[in-house]
């Protein structure tokens, strides 16, 4: 069983930058991306940026466009979001997930806490 682990998260300010991190407990051939979610209270869970294994094409919610970037580390099983210019609508658990051949999101990490005071 895979395991992920987010950490990075915190509480800034309008403005700041924050950088999490999703470790993955091993490598697995048939995932073929990654991704970061998001879930504010109150509000469903939402894509933020997913991140291909093979060729690392990113890809991003209009709503952090230009503001986020997300990367990975093949060789440490680990993948960044880097996040710049927050907002206070960016407060919310951030999850990361990988995604298999399928297409499905298969093994989830627990969660960081990531909170934008105005």
């Known amino acids: 069983q895979v395991q992920l682990v987010e950490s990075g998260g915190g509480l800034v300010q309008a403005g700041d930058s924050l950088r999490l991190s999703c470790v993955a407990s091993?490598?697995?051939?048939?995932?073929?991306?990654m991704g970061w979610f998001r879930q504010a209270p109150g509000k469903e869970r939402e894509f933020v940026a997913r991140i291909t294994m093979s060729g690392g094409t990113s890809y991003y919610a209009d709503s952090v466009k230009g503001r986020f970037t997300i990367s990975r580390d093949n060789a440490k099983n680990t993948v960044y979001l880097q996040m710049s210019s927050l907002k206070p609508e960016d407060t919310a658990v951030y999850y990361c997930?990988?995604?298999?051949?399928?297409?499905?999101?298969?093994?989830w990490g627990q969660g960081t806490q990531v909170t934008v005071s105005s």
């Open positions: 997930a990988d995604q298999s051949v399928t297409g499905n999101y298969v093994h």
């Open positions: 091993r490598r697995t051939f048939s995932i073929v991306a």
